[in-house]
């Protein structure tokens, strides 16, 4: 693989190719050039004293010295024209393969991991093809070169030092695969190191709230001390690579000098054929050794392109093929007999057909699970269909020019990411050339133009570490204001809202409510207090449109949807979202409390604590003690099993309204998984501690939850005997 690189570069580069051939031709020209000089510089000019001779062989070497310099120079600078062009080259095809790939990829390869390609991997490949190309094409042509001089001179003794150049090459075959293997063990390590470090930057505050900067520091010094051990490893493997025919070629050296020496004894070579000789077999096993000093660049090359290939081998989910522009979108988007996988084989969607008219506000609703993302992928071609179509006005988005869709729709999303840049570059992003007027206009759309201007650099003002210096609602307003300003035909909000605070949510719900009124608007929630404001509200339950209609005709249906809305019911949130209360009659839905009298009820709501968690993380852990069952007020948390043999997998994803953990209520039995929030959470949790006493009054509670236990458990081993049967 690596001399097929080699020749890449090669091709692309003839001009710098040739310098530094050139270079390498005038430098084995005057290395031999000076060591046959010693023949007849002692022979013919020293020896019998003639001056005219001297000067004729001091004057060539000037001038060979001369020319050296001059094509050295030349190859340097060639070798440095062509390192640099590979970093630039290799640097901007990993950024090109990047762009146009899905989550899967970036699911596949985290932060660190792509990082390490760009810093080591990259830099690592471009030094083993100068190496190999400038040092090693020197080194290899030097050792032709003289040893077919040398054969000329004396071939008995060049038989030996040929035989005895193989030692040269051994420390290569001994070490050669210990060496790829800790090579392959450190990068490893190295994206975890780099991994962990991009993690504390996005969560620096995290870390600073919750005291976590030891258990930080303690992961990275663990993670250092690990790299640093295989580090002294791996250098000395390779310093061996290197060491090894140094040794041999000593050895091999003080052989041929005592076999020369007797040769001049016995008069088969004169003085100065014999200081020839050894002059040039000494520039042949530099030259050898240059060879085998080749091979640890080599090796680390080996590794490095097989991890770059890795990520380039990596096919995009969504193929660029249309050529025809996608005419303006007017009527509806629709989803034919699709059929969609993230793994294949386990179809998230199967014959699904969905057809959504282009007017006023849609709502896609849904639990977790039920497709409703995938559904927008899939409209925003993200992902294209295993089979089916998606069409807009019932033309088939692959057959139009991808651009051509993106141009005509807007998007915000979740966790909307600005760039470091000024607000103004932040909002004209999608529209470069938008005049100033209707930047403006767009941030007036989106309810924050008076706010950017009350800034003291107004719209200059830059927007550091995707947005930290600004609030969670000024980031998702400068969203909407850049997706606005590309006047979409059709504007999509990925659960645009819900990971700001109450009331900053309903401030900027009611701006995208008022937008409505003037664009088609599809927007994917779980949150239904602000579904139910659209005109019309499709809820997907297991991959499969299960009702659709407006709330109030969901609501009458008294199927899915009225079941996630009650369950979305009973919780009472404090200005900002800093706490909350859940209310008597939304206890009575849960399994366990039915059946309770009010005023038991009434008791335990009040013994609910309101507890906040940022993303990411462990609210509880797999087999740690329960103590406390808990209800999800607001947020996003994903349920993660190990199995035996350390396999982690996330089972479930709880929203608004979801609980777990009531075994806890029942005995401090062990954590059957560990819960992890996927986004900032709002939990109410009641404690073993304070329930227990109502339960030993309330026979039907314990007798709930000791059947929830059972069922819990029997699922519980079921995961595992799953997880370790692969």
Same mark, same amino acid.
């Given at each position: 693989?690596?001399?097929?690189?080699?020749?890449?570069?090669?091709?692309?580069?003839?001009?710098?190719?040739?310098?530094?051939?050139?270079?390498?031709?005038?430098? !084995?020209?005057?290395?031999?050039?000076?060591?046959?000089?010693?023949?007849?510089?002692?022979? +013919?000019?020293?020896?019998?004293?003639?001056?005219?001779?001297?000067?004729?062989?001091?004057?060539?070497?000037?001038? *060979?010295?001369?020319?050296?310099?001059?094509?050295?120079?030349?190859?340097?600078?060639?070798?440095?024209? *062509?390192?640099?062009?590979?970093?630039?080259?290799?640097?901007?095809?990993?950024?090109?393969?990047?762009?146009?790939?899905?989550?899967?990829?970036?699911?596949?390869?985290?932060?660190?991991?792509?990082?390490?390609?760009?810093?080591?991997?990259?830099?690592?490949?471009?030094?083993?093809? !100068?190496?190999?190309?400038?040092?090693?094409?020197?080194?290899?042509?030097?050792?032709?070169?003289?040893?077919?001089?040398?054969?000329?001179?004396?071939? +008995?003794?060049?038989?030996?030092?040929?035989?005895?150049?193989?030692?040269?090459?051994?420390?290569?075959?001994?070490?050669?695969?210990?060496?790829?293997?800790?090579?392959?063990?450190?990068?490893?390590?190295?994206?975890?190191?780099?991994?962990?470090?991009?993690?504390?930057?996005?969560?620096?505050r995290v870390i600073r709230v919750f005291d976590l900067r030891q258990s930080m520091l303690t992961k990275v010094e663990g993670i250092l001390h690990t790299m640093a051990s295989i580090g002294v490893k791996r250098s000395f493997v390779d310093s061996n690579l290197n060491r090894m025919p140094v040794l041999a070629i000593s050895i091999l050296t003080a052989i041929i000098l005592a076999y020369g020496s007797y040769l001049t004894f016995d008069g088969r070579l004169s003085i100065g054929e014999f200081i020839a000789f050894n002059s040039i077999f000494v520039t042949? $096993?530099?030259?050898?050794?240059?060879?085998?000093?080749?091979?640890?660049?080599?090796?680390?090359?080996?590794?490095?392109?097989?991890?770059?290939?890795?990520?380039?081998?990596? +096919?995009?989910?969504?193929?660029?093929?249309?050529?025809?522009?996608?005419?303006?979108?007017?009527?509806?988007?629709?989803?034919?007999?699709?059929?969609?996988?993230?793994?294949?084989?386990?179809?998230?969607?199967?014959?699904?057909?969905?057809?959504?008219?282009?007017?006023?506000?849609?709502?896609?609703?849904?639990?977790?699970?039920?497709?409703?993302?995938?559904?927008?992928?899939?409209?925003?071609?993200?992902?294209?269909?295993?089979?089916g179509a998606v069409l807009y006005d019932g033309r088939d988005i692959r057959e139009a020019r991808y651009a051509s869709l993106l141009g005509q729709v807007g998007i915000v999303f979740q966790d909307s990411i600005l760039f470091h840049a000024s607000i103004r570059d932040n909002i004209v992003v999608g529209k470069p050339d938008a005049t100033k007027e209707e930047m403006e206009e767009a941030a007036r759309a989106a309810g924050i133009h008076e706010t950017i201007i009350g800034f003291r650099d107004g719209y200059d003002t830059v927007i550091r570490n995707h $947005?930290?210096?600004?609030?969670?609602?000024?980031?998702?307003?400068?969203?909407?204001?850049?997706?606005?300003?590309?006047?979409?035909?059709?504007?999509?909000?990925?659960?645009?809202?819900?990971?700001?605070?109450?009331?900053?949510?309903?401030?900027?719900?009611?701006?995208?409510?008022?937008?409505?009124?003037?664009?088609?608007?599809?927007?994917?929630?779980?949150?239904?207090?602000?579904?139910?404001?659209?005109?019309?509200?499709?809820?997907?339950?297991?991959?499969?449109?299960?009702?659709?209609?407006?709330?109030?005709?969901?609501?009458?249906?008294?199927?899915?949807?009225?079941?996630?809305?009650?369950?979305?019911?009973?919780?009472?949130?404090?200005?900002?979202?800093?706490?909350?209360?859940?209310?008597?009659?939304?206890?009575?839905?849960?399994?366990?409390?039915?059946?309770?009298?009010?005023?038991?009820?009434?008791?335990?709501?009040?013994?609910?604590?309101?507890?906040?968690?940022?993303?990411?993380?462990?609210?509880?852990?797999?087999?740690?003690?329960?103590?406390?069952?808990?209800?999800?007020?607001?947020?996003?948390?994903?349920?993660?099993?190990?199995?035996?043999?350390?396999?982690?997998? +996330?089972?479930?994803?709880?929203?608004?309204?979801?609980?777990?953990?009531?075994?806890?209520?029942?005995?401090?039995?062990?954590?059957?998984?560990?819960?992890?929030?996927?986004?900032?959470?709002?939990?109410?949790?009641?404690?073993?501690?304070?329930?227990?006493?109502?339960?030993?009054?309330?026979?039907?509670?314990?007798?709930?939850?000791?059947?929830?236990?059972?069922?819990?458990?029997?699922?519980?081993?079921?995961?595992?005997?799953?997880?370790?049967?692969?």
């Open positions: 693989m690596l001399w097929k690189t080699i020749l890449t570069s090669i091709r692309s580069s003839p001009f710098f190719t040739f310098l530094i051939v050139l270079g390498v031709l005038f430098d !084995l020209l005057f290395q031999y050039f000076s060591s046959l000089s010693y023949k007849y510089l002692i022979d +013919k000019a020293l020896m019998p004293r003639d001056i005219e001779a001297l000067a004729i062989i001091v004057g060539v070497l000037l001038a *060979l010295g001369l020319l050296n310099v001059i094509a050295g120079i030349s190859s340097d600078y060639a070798k440095a024209k *062509l390192g640099a062009k590979m970093l630039f080259d290799y640097r901007l095809s990993l950024f090109r393969h990047m762009l146009p790939q899905s989550h899967r990829f970036y699911e596949r390869f985290q932060v660190g991991d792509l990082l390490a390609r760009y810093s080591e991997d990259i830099p690592v490949i471009k030094t083993a093809v !100068l190496q190999t190309f400038s040092g090693g094409l020197l080194s290899a042509l030097s050792v032709v070169i003289g040893l077919s001089i040398l054969f000329t001179m004396e071939w +008995k003794l060049t038989l030996l030092a040929l035989g005895g150049s193989i030692l040269v090459f051994i420390p290569y075959r001994m070490f050669r695969n210990r060496s790829l293997a800790l090579a392959n063990v450190y990068y490893g390590h190295l994206e975890q190191f780099n991994g962990s470090i991009d993690e504390s930057m996005k969560a620096y042949v $096993g530099q030259s050898m050794y240059g060879i085998s000093a080749v091979l640890p660049h080599f090796l680390a090359a080996r590794t490095s392109l097989q991890r770059l290939q890795q990520v380039m081998d990596w +096919k995009p989910d969504v193929t660029e093929r249309g050529v025809q522009e996608l005419p303006t979108i007017r009527t509806h988007v629709e989803l034919r007999d699709v059929t969609f996988a993230y793994v294949p084989g386990e179809p998230v969607l199967r014959h699904f057909d969905l057809s959504i008219p282009l007017s006023g506000h849609t709502s896609i609703v849904g639990a977790s699970g039920s497709g409703k993302s995938t559904v927008l992928q899939l409209m925003l071609r993200f992902a294209d269909p295993e089979s $947005g930290d210096n600004l609030s969670g609602g000024q980031r998702q307003r400068i969203a909407l204001a850049r997706a606005l300003l590309r006047s979409p035909n059709v504007l999509f909000l990925d659960e645009a809202t819900s990971a700001l605070d109450p009331d900053t949510e309903q401030s900027v719900n009611e701006t995208i409510l008022s937008l409505g009124r003037s664009r088609p608007i599809i927007s994917v929630t779980h949150r239904l207090a602000y579904a139910a404001l659209s005109d019309r509200i499709i809820v997907l339950d297991k991959g499969r449109v299960a009702e659709s209609g407006s709330h109030e005709q969901l609501m009458e249906q008294d199927g899915v949807y009225r079941r996630m809305w009650e369950k979305q019911q009973g919780f009472v949130l404090s200005r900002g979202g800093g706490s909350a209360q859940v209310q008597a009659d939304r206890l009575q839905q849960l399994p366990f409390f039915q059946g309770i009298e009010q005023g038991a009820l009434d008791q335990i709501s009040r013994l609910f604590v309101a507890e906040k968690f940022e993303a990411g993380e462990a609210v509880v852990e797999q087999g740690d003690q329960g103590e406390k069952f808990y209800l999800i007020a607001r947020g996003k948390v994903e349920i993660v099993v190990t199995s035996k043999s350390g396999e982690r997998r +996330k089972v479930a994803v709880l929203e608004d309204g979801d609980h777990f953990g009531e075994i806890a209520l029942m005995q401090h039995i062990p954590r059957t998984a560990t819960v992890v929030t996927a986004t900032t959470c709002l939990l109410l949790s009641l404690s073993y501690e304070h329930f227990h006493p109502l339960m030993m009054r309330h026979s039907s509670i314990r007798e709930a939850l000791e059947a929830t236990l059972q069922t819990r458990m029997q699922g519980r081993e079921k995961i595992h005997a799953s997880m370790d049967s692969r």
